[in-house]
C-alpha cells in the first residue's frame, strides 16, 4: 500500500520548515511561522488563560462526549463577540454555529457543506492568500480562481482590481475574505470598500465566507470587526468563521467557529441547516477537542477574566504596532529614498517584502532570511537587530536590481 508514496513533495509552507530546521547557521532569521512573540522571543500565555485553566482545574468538571457541534456557550460567546451583541443577525437569530477545531477546521468543514449542497461553486481567493487555506477547498474538489487584492511590488491594495474580478462570481460561488489582518498581507479594507463587497456580492448571488482569524491584532477588538459586521448586516447570507487561536494565544489547543448566517426570507429551516452543520462536522471528525473553547468561555463569563485578557490582547497590539513602526524606520534608514509606510498602516502580524520571489530566493539562500511565499514576514516575530539585518540585505536586493 505505503510503497507508492515515493519522493513525496512537501508543501511550500512545510519546505520552508523543514529547510529552516535543516540550516545549522546561527545567525537565521526565522520570519516565518504565524505566532505572536514577546519582547524576549517567547510565544507566551496570557495570564487570563492561565488563570481561567486555574479555575477549570478547581471546578468539577466533566470530561464527557459533547456534540459534534461542540462548545456552544463559547460558539454564542464568540458571536457576541465578532458580531456585538446588538448585531440583527443574532436579535433575528439567523445563525447557527458549531465550535471546531480551530479555524483551519472550520473552513474545511465549510468546504464539505457547500460542495454537498452545490458541488458546482467554485473558490474565489485573494491573491495572494495564506497557502494551507486553498487545501481546504481543493482537497474537497472545489475549483479555485484568485481574485486581484494586492500589488505586492508596490505594496498597495487592488480594490479595482480585485471588484473586477470578483464581478466573475457566480450564484452561489464561495468569496473568501479575511475579515481583518490580512494574511499574508496585513492590507485590510476600510469601510466603504466592505459596502461595496456587499454590493458585488448581493449582485452576483456569490455566498461569502469571512475568516477573522486575528481579532484585536490590528486597531482594537471592536475596530476590527467594523467591516465585517457591516459587511454582513448587508449581505443576505454568509459563512463566518473565527479563530481563537490567535487571539487567545492557545494555537495548540484549537478553537474557532463556524457559522452559518441564512436568509431572512427564503424559507430556510434553521434547525435543519443545525442539523446538517452537525452531521457535516461529525462525518469530518467527529468532535473538536474542548480545553480550548472552556477556557475562552471561562474568560469571556468572568468579568475580571475578560478585562485581563483586553488588557494583555492590547499590549499585544501595541507591541505588533511598536515593532512596525521600528522596521519601517529600519528599512527607510538603510534605503533613504524608499517609503515603508505601508508597513506602519499594514494590520497584524504578516506584511510582504516589495520583492521577487527569486530575490526572496537569495535572501533565503545567502543571507539565511527564511519568509513564507510572497515574502510574507511575520513583524511580530522579529527583534530589533533582525529588522537592521532586513533592512540591509533589502537595500543590498535593490541595488543589485
Ligand atoms: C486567515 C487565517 N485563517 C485561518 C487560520 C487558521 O487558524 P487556526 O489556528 O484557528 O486553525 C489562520 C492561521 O494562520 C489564518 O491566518
Same mark, same amino acid.
Given at each position: 500500500m505505503f510503497k507508492q508514496i515515493q519522493h513525496y513533495k512537501s508543501d511550500p509552507i512545510e519546505s520552508l520548515f523543514d529547510r529552516l530546521a535543516a540550516d545549522v547557521n546561527p545567525a537565521k532569521i526565522d520570519l516565518g511561522i504565524g505566532v505572536y512573540r514577546d519582547y524576549s522571543g517567547k510565544v507566551p500565555v496570557m495570564q487570563a488563560v492561565r488563570r481561567a485553566e486555574q479555575q477549570l482545574f478547581e471546578r468539577d468538571l466533566s470530561k464527557s462526549y459533547l456534540s459534534p457541534l461542540g462548545n456552544t456557550a463559547y460558539c454564542e460567546d464568540i458571536e457576541k463577540l465578532t458580531? !456585538?451583541?446588538?448585531?440583527p443577525i443574532l436579535r433575528e437569530g439567523r445563525i447557527v454555529s458549531a465550535q471546531t477545531p480551530g479555524a483551519g477546521s472550520a473552513l474545511r468543514a465549510g468546504a464539505e457543506l457547500v460542495n454537498s449542497l452545490n458541488p458546482d461553486s467554485e473558490l474565489w481567493a485573494s491573491q495572494p492568500i495564506w497557502g494551507h487555506q486553498l487545501e481546504f477547498f481543493d482537497k474537497v474538489g472545489i475549483k479555485i480562481n484568485h481574485y486581484r487584492y494586492y500589488d505586492q511590488l508596490n505594496s498597495v491594495l487592488d480594490f479595482d482590481g480585485m471588484l473586477e474580478d470578483l464581478k466573475g462570481m457566480r450564484p452561489n460561488d464561495i468569496f473568501l475574505v479575511h475579515g481583518c489582518c490580512h494574511n499574508p498581507t496585513g492590507q485590510d479594507l476600510n469601510l466603504q470598500q466592505w459596502q461595496e463587497l456587499a454590493n458585488i456580492v448581493n449582485q452576483t448571488g456569490a455566498l461569502p465566507f469571512v475568516d477573522i482569524a486575528y481579532q484585536g491584532f490590528g486597531e482594537g477588538i471592536e475596530e476590527d470587526v467594523a467591516g465585517p459586521r457591516l459587511f454582513a448586516e448587508n449581505v443576505p447570507q454568509m459563512l463566518l468563521t473565527v479563530s481563537s487561536s490567535k487571539s487567545f494565544g492557545i494555537y495548540r489547543e484549537r478553537a474557532g467557529i463556524l457559522s452559518v448566517i441564512v436568509a431572512s &426570507? &427564503? !424559507?430556510?429551516d434553521i434547525e435543519s441547516v443545525r442539523l446538517k452543520l452537525r452531521d457535516t462536522v461529525r462525518q469530518l471528525y467527529f468532535m473538536a477537542p474542548d480545553h480550548g473553547a472552556a477556557v475562552v468561555h471561562e474568560i469571556l463569563s468572568t468579568p475580571e477574566l475578560e478585562q485581563l485578557w483586553r488588557q494583555e490582547l492590547d499590549e499585544i497590539r501595541l507591541h505588533i504596532i511598536e515593532m512596525r513602526r521600528l522596521l519601517r524606520l529600519a528599512i527607510e534608514k538603510a534605503n *533613504?529614498?524608499?517609503? =515603508?509606510?505601508f508597513i506602519e498602516h499594514q494590520h497584524g502580524m504578516f506584511s510582504c517584502l516589495p520583492i521577487t520571489a527569486e530575490e526572496q530566493e537569495l535572501m533565503e539562500q545567502k543571507h539565511h532570511i527564511y519568509m513564507l *511565499?510572497? =515574502?510574507?514576514?511575520n513583524v511580530a516575530a522579529m527583534n530589533s537587530k533582525q529588522s537592521a539585518i532586513l533592512a540591509e540585505v533589502f537595500a543590498e536586493v535593490r541595488a543589485a536590481r
Open positions: 458580531l !456585538g451583541v446588538d448585531h &426570507d &427564503d !424559507g430556510t *533613504p529614498d524608499f517609503d =515603508a509606510e *511565499p510572497n =515574502a510574507r514576514m
